[in-house]
């Protein structure tokens, strides 16, 4: 256990549906950030949020928002879902910023059908 | 974009050799991380370097790191069947203000018992 909680673990929707990925970071962590992995397109930077507030911004479609709450969980929103968001999303967590390694968790496993 | 590209991207060795994989990137940077994923797992973070360090170890894990050639290198030494799984090199890019880790596609190892 990394101590950064994904839920759910898998997720299967349809297309056009829209879905809520959660996070809880590593207990004392401030910033959280959210990675799609897709075979094709490797590991992609999509967010990053640092005690509630967004930091920096990567490759993140305008269907796609997220968010980060007082008691620093985060959760990834994703809308009118298309087949090709099948993907692994991943979420990670650190002290601060990216000069310190980061803590991933497991990963939600999306598929659209 | 990409930022580190790691070579090769399979390798395949005996248990009880070494294996190198290698990584190099484009712009300067603060640190460079390498990360083991087992498959369809999470990341798990291995090693920082900072770039004013030359080479690291941890365990059975050296790492290298050559600015001026905008270069990195993992070593394994005496590997096993539990190394079997893909390394990312994961590079800051602090550009336009934002902070975010680029990870390169990965090197898939796998060890033979």
């Known amino acids: 256990d990394s101590g950064v909680t994904q839920t759910p673990k898998h997720l ?46 990567g490759n993140i479609l305008e269907r796609f928002s ?37 803590t991933f968790g497991s990963g939600t496993r999306l598929t659209v059908v | 974009s990409q930022q580190g590209e790691e070579d ?38 291995l090693i920082l370097i900072r770039s004013n360090e030359r080479e690291k170890h941890s365990g059975r894990l050296r790492v290298t790191l050559d600015t001026s050639k905008k270069s990195s290198s993992l070593l394994i030494t005496a590997s096993r069947a539990a190394d079997t799984a893909s390394y990312f090199c994961a590079t800051d890019a602090t550009q336009g203000g934002s902070e975010k880790l680029v990870f390169g596609k990965g090197t898939k190892l796998t060890v033979n018992p």
């Open chain 2, 8 to 45: 090769p991207q399979a390798l395949s060795i005996q248990e009880g050799e070494n294996a190198t994989m290698n990584c190099s990137y484009k712009t300067s940077i603060n640190n460079l991380q390498w990360y083991r994923q087992n498959s369809g797992r999470g990341l798990v973070h």
């Open chain 1, 12 to 57: 299967i929707t349809a297309t056009g549906q829209r879905v809520t990925l959660r996070c809880s970071p590593r207990s004392g962590d401030l910033s959280v950030y959210w990675y799609q992995q897709s075979l094709d397109q490797g590991l992609q930077f999509l967010i990053q949020y640092y005690n509630g507030e967004e930091r920096a911004k």
């Open chain 1, 66 to 102: 997220a968010q980060q709450f007082p008691d620093l969980h985060s959760e990834l929103n994703l809308s009118s879902l298309e087949l090709g968001d099948s993907a692994l999303y991943f979420c990670a967590s650190s002290p601060n910023t990216y000069r310190h390694g980061y």
